[in-house]
């Protein structure tokens, strides 16, 4: 019985340290380019493909609203037709997730007002 309790929880806790398609994210990235990179911190993204085969750089990770003048540092396909920029993640570039938006939302509320 105790065996099969401790197997859960490592699969419990192994399903939440793993973001999954389609999840929220923020995303923290040192490009060296500080507008990327305030974009980076300020808005949400979701994951829309990940690539198992990738071994580095597995989550796509899509944008809405990205200023023109960013574009360039996403995916090749910059704007596709659903109007996303993506860009490929590492998983220790995704500092937080979260099944809603709204969850990621009041964690930018506080980062912004230093709560």
């Known amino acids: ?3 099969v309790t401790t197997r859960f929880r490592d699969d419990i806790q192994e399903e939440t340290t ?3 398609k389609g999840d929220y994210v923020f995303c923290l990235n040192s490009s060296g ?3 990327i990179d305030e974009f980076l911190n300020n808005n949400i993204g979701q994951i829309g493909i990940i690539d198992n085969k990738e071994p580095t750089y597995k989550y796509v990770v899509r944008y809405k609203n990205v200023p023109i ?3 360039y540092y996403f995916k090749t396909n910059t704007l596709a037709t659903d109007g996303f920029c993506r860009l490929n993640m590492k998983r220790k ?3 937080h997730f ?3 938006r709204d ?3 009041l964690i930018l509320k506080t980062s912004k007002y230093n709560l």
Do not use: H, V, Y
């Open 1 to 3: 019985m105790i065996n």
């Open 18 to 20: 793993t973001p999954q």
């Open 103 to 105: 969850e990621l939302r």
């Open 93 to 95: 570039e995704i500092t």
């Open 98 to 100: 979260a099944p809603t």
């Open 33 to 35: 380019n500080k507008k």
């Open 69 to 71: 003048d960013l574009q």
